[in-house]
């Protein structure tokens, strides 16, 4: 079936550290590619994604590669904020008429000065 | 403003109780979804709805319902048969769905008493 997989949290970095959260997906088709951030207490926000294989997603100096040989969708950062704390999900979906997202299971960022 | 409201941000149920979580819309958007989320897991689906009048079962409908009378909202009721209802839901929305990005409201916590 298809499935997100997350590493585990929380990741705890200092301010200006590098970030990954590894992302590993399996999924039947072609799917879109997606990372949701949400702050304590609140909804999700789309922080970034890819439709189609080698695309990257940008923003706010986040980025993310489709990488179809590898299935995955690491989330990158070169510099982390303590602004940047939050949980981050990753998410696809298949091409289909539902447009229904498929989530992993989230991974906690706590940034410290 | 345009975005997605969802009303209370706390909710809370008796035993046997039937409650109802709002969510509206000014995007003008088609398609319209409720998640749940659980500590520690990703979002589920629980119903969605691509057109008025029109609504179909997600991953775990069992024990709540919805209605689609208006293209700006989309109520979910948990019913009494739900017997774990405490969760974080979650509604979302997206133009269409056939790739279009699903936009988020800020969810509703709902506690058993």
């Known amino acids: 079936g298809n499935s997100v997989t997350q590493m585990e949290g929380p990741v705890t970095l200092s301010e200006e550290a590098f970030l990954t959260i590894n992302c590993t997906y399996t999924?039947?088709?072609?799917?879109?590619l997606f990372w949701y951030v949400q702050y304590p207490g609140e909804g999700l926000q789309l922080l970034l994604k890819?439709?189609?294989?080698?695309d990257k997603g940008s923003n706010k100096g986040f980025e993310a590669t489709y990488r179809k040989e590898t299935t995955s969708f690491h989330l990158e950062k070169g510099s982390v904020q303590v602004s940047d704390s939050a949980v981050y999900f990753c998410?696809?979906?298949?091409?289909?008429?539902?447009?229904?997202?498929?989530f992993g299971q989230g991974t906690t960022l706590q940034v410290k000065p | 403003d345009g975005g997605i409201t969802q009303s209370p941000k706390y909710l809370f149920r008796k035993e046997g109780q039937n409650v109802t979580l709002s969510c509206e819309q000014n995007?003008?958007?088609?398609?319209m979804y409720w998640y749940r989320q659980d500590p520690g897991q990703g979002l589920r689906l629980i119903y969605y709805s691509q057109i008025v009048n029109d609504f179909q079962k997600g991953d775990i409908a069992e024990g709540y319902s919805v209605s689609r009378e208006k293209k700006e909202s989309f109520p979910l009721t948990v019913t009494s048969a739900q017997k774990n209802p405490t969760a974080f839901y979650l509604c979302a929305s997206s133009p269409g769905t056939s790739g279009e990005t699903q936009y988020f409201g800020p969810g509703t916590r709902l506690l058993v008493l």
């Open positions: 995007l003008n958007h088609d398609a």
């Open positions: 890819a439709t189609k294989a080698d």
């Open positions: 998410a696809l979906r298949i091409s289909s008429n539902t447009g229904k997202l498929i």
């Open positions: 999924a039947t088709g072609y799917p879109s």
